[in-house]
């Protein structure tokens, strides 16, 4: 027999910022964050995982390219849903039958991969849930998400979402919680230029190792992140933009300051970032509201957040200084997951 699921997943993009981990082996963060997940159609993974008694090992192809299935996080992953599969099916022979076959992934991404446009979590986040379809596993599964990349298990739910650190050694507290569905503050929009769709030079999980074994400025920012945290909860709560835009850029900027306490340090901004940086904050001076917010990961790409209402205005004055830039634009979305089988 052969069996096929197909799923779609979008990406999120944090307005509070994961970076660092306590145990890097099970992907266990040192701070809690909070992000938006965005909707499908301009970013999103696709990932079809087929069984088959006619495979005689896991394979998987990311791109069109085939890739080692020995990537400690891939087997991280398939390794939890299979040992989750296996419990619930221990007593349908039929269906355990399922647990012997070797596995095929492929998976798509129609953005750029690793370019700090959050590839990584709209790619384990979408193989995650196609795998929990394809052997049945039910509940919560933003926790293995999480061991496949971090952000990842934010992008298991739609609108609002937290990703509540924990405290436990074994992770079992860690994963993903919506705050707000999507639903309840539809008139936000995310724009996101992209400036670069170069691969950056230094990745996530190598930049937060150096960032927590060399920076004291860290060390500081984990101590304010949950005071954040509740005001941001807060602000997304009331649908007080001026507050969610201001924490969201003050996050942005001080994650980028950790990164150049870092040593050595690392830059993911660029000249163009700063310029656009400058520019939301001339929006604001001169309209004298707070209208648009700018964030960005580890990359040079800007994410701005802004109310459907200033999307003319942001977008008029943004195309006139960054002719050249790719716009994307999005409002908060659920993680609409389609099913071929
Ligand atoms: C700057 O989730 O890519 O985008 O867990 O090592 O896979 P790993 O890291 P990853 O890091 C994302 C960092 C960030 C901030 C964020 O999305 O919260």
Same mark, same amino acid.
């Given at each position: 027999g052969f069996l096929c699921v197909t799923c779609t997943a979008p990406v999120n993009i944090a307005v509070i910022k994961y970076w660092g981990k306590r145990n890097e082996k099970l992907i266990l963060p040192t701070n809690s964050s909070l992000s938006v997940t965005l909707g499908q159609d301009e970013l999103r993974a696709k990932t079809s995982v087929a069984v088959s008694s006619d495979f005689n090992e896991d394979k998987m192809w990311l791109n069109g390219k085939e890739q080692s299935i020995e990537n400690p996080r891939i087997q991280n992953v398939l390794k939890e849903v299979r040992r989750r599969a296996r419990k619930r099916l221990s007593d349908s022979e039929n269906e355990a039958d399922l647990l012997l076959k070797h596995v095929h992934i492929v998976s798509e991404n129609n953005f750029p991969t690793a370019a700090g446009l959050a590839s990584s979590a709209a790619g384990y986040a979408c193989l995650v849930y196609s795998l929990a379809k394809l052997y049945g596993v039910q509940g919560e599964i933003s926790d293995i998400a999480r061991q496949g =990349? @971090? =952000?990842?298990?934010?992008?298991?739910? @739609? @609108?609002y979402v937290a990703w509540q650190k924990g405290k436990a050694d074994d992770g079992t507290d860690s994963y993903a919680v919506q705050?707000? +569905? !999507?639903?309840?503050? +539809? !008139?936000m929009r995310a724009l996101i230029l992209v400036v670069s769709d170069q691969k950056k030079d230094v990745g996530s999980t190598e930049g937060m190792q150096t960032t927590i074994s060399t920076s004291e400025l860290m060390q500081q920012r984990v101590q304010g992140i949950d005071k954040k945290m509740k005001l941001m909860t807060q602000a997304i709560k009331e649908k007080d933009f001026p507050t969610f835009a201001k924490l969201t850029m003050q996050d942005s900027n001080q994650f980028h300051a950790v990164c150049l306490d870092t040593y050595p340090p690392v830059f993911y901004m660029t000249d163009v970032s700063r310029q656009i940086i400058q520019l939301v904050h001339s929006i604001n001076d001169s309209t004298g509201h707070i209208k648009v917010a700018y964030t960005f990961d580890a990359g040079p790409n800007a994410c701005l957040y802004l109310l459907e209402k200033d999307v003319p205005l942001v977008v008029s004055v943004v195309q006139h200084y960054f002719p050249l830039s790719t716009m994307h634009i999005t409002g908060p979305a659920v993680s609409e997951y389609t099913l071929t089988s």
């Open positions: =990349s @971090g =952000s990842a298990c934010r992008s298991i739910y @739609g @609108g705050i707000a +569905p !999507e639903t309840h503050w +539809p !008139e």
